[in-house]
């Protein structure tokens, strides 16, 4: 029985056995090169020349072969996918008919390649029929791609098993690699290029021939608007951004359905959707907007419906009338496929050999310079046959002027091939014509023929030769094809028309949208003594009917609805924000805090109450420090809250309450039973920071504080209920400066230290 060998890269011992020892990393890594740079040239990067893909260039080169043209009958897909593996790419037959497909749709190539009849898929994302039912042949973007091919335009190589030949690139007269776009991924790379608008790509070209030097600005701003997408849509992104992108050859677009308000009368209306954004399938889509519906995280949206024959058409039912369409929009735009972005990155093969991510006067420059040279090779090749034909024109003519002895030669001669090469000085090719030469040709107006079209090749290979001369006359060749291939896809045909509209993004709210997102409705917030928290729907008006865990009981409770901000305060200094609509329901007894929000193990909840950023807030710690704070700076967009008092250990966070409007003062009991009133202005207004101290102490700490209007006095609440009110001549005593000690409360302060209430 034999053995495999492997064969060493660098070299290698050899063991008794007939084994042979090699470095295992080194051999991985020459067999992973070898199929990374296999992938990468021969799979999915394209060319910059042509902008294909080898099993795309070889499907073209198969249809040519099969002589599908755009004037022809079609062919079976199968017969052409047959031929495609047979000969020139031996790889699966279904995934060269799915590339055989993509080329013949209409939303995903911006010029198709292919004409296709039959079903070849549809924008739903339902797949193409099998094809032994479908047919194929080319449409003139293939021809234009092809055109010249014959004429020695391009290099072939063998095919795989070397009984033919394959073009190793298309002539490519049409700007294909960002007129249609690419996509691929690769070994350690990946190219995504978003289709262009023929038309302005060769006014883009004709520009780059006046003026070499050019610059991606003016291209942008002038020609390049940017993509053209099959599909339609509106891009929403800035000019500075677009430049950019194109630039570096890589960023991403912002990519919007296409979509109007229509009036139904009464005051009502609907949505229509035309175009949808690039790549989107349209059932797909729909789905996910039904299921949000569904789980209700749409309430702006009554109905959607789907009513595209031929056209997208898709109808959107506003909740109500009184629903801003602009705002409902923005709502769909945020979390569905309604808008999406179309990431570039223009990774492409340059001279067919070197992955390199080039910008967009590079790609242009590339396809230019491989359209001059294809422009040389076809000059070359025309002018060998003007030399050849010429060449046996001569000779026809030193015939006709010598008949009577050429034919005395044919007719006695024993090598009348010899004689008459020796006698009139012709080369073979001549004499060949010569004794070829039919009798019929021997008329006059024959020779009269043949001296007219010497006359008019010798003409056209002047004219060759002086292209061929001059590097000037060859771009100008070049920019009027590219003209030419303008007008034949200007922007006032069918195919030519710009299809992606630019806009802006209406400046919305993003907090408007975000609560349009929530379905609005009344809840009671419940957080227990042990920090559990629960959202029970409706303003239930009798607190003392919820149920706790055992040894637990209720902290606070506050009516708020779903829109709100539920903010909650902890002994650490943190405000956490909690949305309204998130928090768990009044089944069982909610859930823990700490698993909602990243709270320190060593904190606690002092206060929870819904946002208003209207108002301002007092927050005092333990020890007698404090500031304001507006509600607006609170908000914490992490898990993890925002810190905005400082009190480290064994300082805590004590006291947060509302500053409200026309409360001037504000009094503040210790631990020790002593009362101190003074004006609220004598606390800054801060973001964070620690304070400054509102009253001294010299054991303990701070009891409780408030604010208030000095003109309707300070109240306070009793063990009964049972409320006093001390007015500003009866607190003459107990007002001084912030800072001070104060002096023990007055009469009938509850024995606890709170103010209450």
């Not at 055989?100 to 039959?118: H, I, K, M, N």
């Not at 021939?209 to 991606?216: Q, R």
């Not at 359209?371 to 030193?398: M, P």
């Not at 966070?653 to 631990?671: K, M, N, Q, T, Y």
Request: one cysteine or more.
């Amino acid at each position: 029985m034999g053995q495999d060998l492997i064969s060493p890269p660098g070299g290698g011992s050899e063991g008794g056995d007939g084994i042979i020892d090699i470095d295992l990393k080194s051999a991985l890594e020459e067999r992973y090169l070898a199929y990374a740079l296999s992938t990468i040239m021969g799979r999915a990067l394209p060319d910059v020349r042509d902008g294909l893909k080898p099993v795309h260039r070889r499907i073209l080169h198969a249809m040519r072969v099969l002589k599908l043209d755009p004037n022809t009958g079609f062919k079976k897909c199968a017969r052409i996918v047959g031929d495609v593996i047979g000969k020139f790419h031996p790889h699966g037959d279904q995934s060269v008919y799915d590339a055989l497909v993509r080329l013949a749709q209409d939303f995903a190539q911006r010029y198709p390649l292919v004409d296709g009849q039959g079903n070849f898929g549809n924008i739903d994302g339902d797949n193409a029929a099998a094809y032994r039912y479908t047919e194929a042949r080319m449409t003139e973007v293939s021809t234009l791609l092809l055109e010249g091919i014959d004429e020695d335009a391009v290099d072939f190589r063998l095919t795989y098993n070397e009984e033919d030949k394959e073009p190793i690139v298309l002539p490519g007269s049409f700007p294909n690699l960002l007129a249609n776009g690419s996509s691929g991924i690769a070994v350690g790379m990946a190219t995504n290029i978003p289709p262009h608008n023929a038309a302005e790509l060769c006014e883009a070209a004709q520009h780059l021939i006046k003026f070499p030097n050019a610059s991606v600005e003016t291209l942008v701003e002038k020609y390049v608007q940017g993509p053209d997408f099959p599909t339609g849509g509106t891009i929403v992104e800035d000019k500075a951004s677009i430049i950019e992108t194109y630039k570096t050859g890589r960023g991403s677009f912002r990519l919007r359905a296409k979509w109007e308000k229509v009036d139904t009368g009464r005051g009502g209306y609907q949505i229509i959707i035309t175009e949808i954004p690039y790549q989107v399938q349209k059932s797909r889509l729909i789905e996910k907007i039904a299921e949000l519906l569904f789980n209700r995280k749409l309430p702006l949206l009554e109905d959607i419906r789907d009513e595209s024959a031929e056209d997208v058409r898709i109808v959107l039912e506003p909740k109500s009338r009184s629903v801003d369409p602009e705002v409902l929009m923005e709502s769909l735009f945020k979390v569905t496929d309604l808008e999406n972005r179309f990431s570039m990155n223009m990774n492409v093969l340059s001279g067919g050999k070197v992955p390199k991510v080039m910008g967009l006067s590079e790609v242009l420059r590339e396809w230019l310079e491989h359209r001059r040279d294809v422009l040389v090779r076809r000059s070359k090749f025309r002018l060998a046959q003007i030399d050849r034909r010429l060449e046996i024109l001569g000779g026809l003519l030193i015939a006709y002027l010598n008949i009577d002895e050429v034919i005395r030669i044919i007719r006695f001669e024993d090598e009348p091939k010899q004689k008459l090469i020796v006698k009139f000085d012709l080369t073979e090719l001549q004499v060949e014509a010569i004794l070829n030469m039919r009798l019929r040709a021997l008329a006059k107006l024959q020779e009269i023929e043949i001296r007219r079209e010497n006359e008019e090749l010798s003409k056209e290979k002047s004219q060759i030769e002086a292209l061929l001369a001059s590097e000037d006359a060859q771009w100008n060749v070049l920019s009027k094809d590219i003209g030419d291939i303008k007008k034949q896809f200007g922007k006032d045909t069918k195919l030519g028309a710009r299809r992606t509209q630019f806009g802006d993004a209406n400046e919305i709210d993003l907090e408007v949208v975000m609560q349009s997102m929530i379905e609005k409705e009344p809840i009671t917030v419940v957080i227990s003594e042990k920090g559990w928290i629960r959202g029970l729907k409706g303003h239930l008006a009798d607190f003392t009917t919820f149920a706790f865990k055992e040894g637990d009981k209720l902290k606070t409770a506050f009516h708020a609805d779903s829109h709100d901000k539920i903010i909650l305060f902890t002994t650490s200094g943190k405000f956490f924000t909690i949305g309204g609509d998130k928090l768990p329901g009044g089944r069982g007894h909610g859930e823990p805090i700490r698993v909602i929000i990243d709270m320190e193990n060593d904190a606690d909840v002092v206060t929870a109450f819904k946002h208003d950023p209207k108002r301002k807030l007092l927050l005092v710690s333990r020890v007698g420090n404090g500031f304001v704070v507006p509600e607006s700076e609170i908000i914490a967009n992490t898990r993890k809250g925002k810190q905005v008092m400082n009190a480290k250990l064994p300082d805590e966070a004590l006291l947060c309450a509302p500053v409200l409007e026309g409360h001037d003062s504000l009094a503040i009991v210790g631990e020790n039973r002593k009362l101190l009133v003074f004006p609220v202005d004598q606390l800054p207004e801060m973001t964070r920071g620690k304070g400054v101290r509102l009253q001294k102490y010299k054991d303990g700490g701070t009891n409780d504080a408030r604010s208030f209007a000095m003109s309707e006095g300070l109240n306070w609440q009793d063990s009964a209920d049972r409320t006093f009110t001390k007015m500003k001549d009866e607190l003459a005593e107990w007002i001084g400066e912030r800072a001070q000690a104060g002096r023990m409360v007055p009469k009938g302060f509850p024995r606890n230290g709170k103010f209450g209430g």
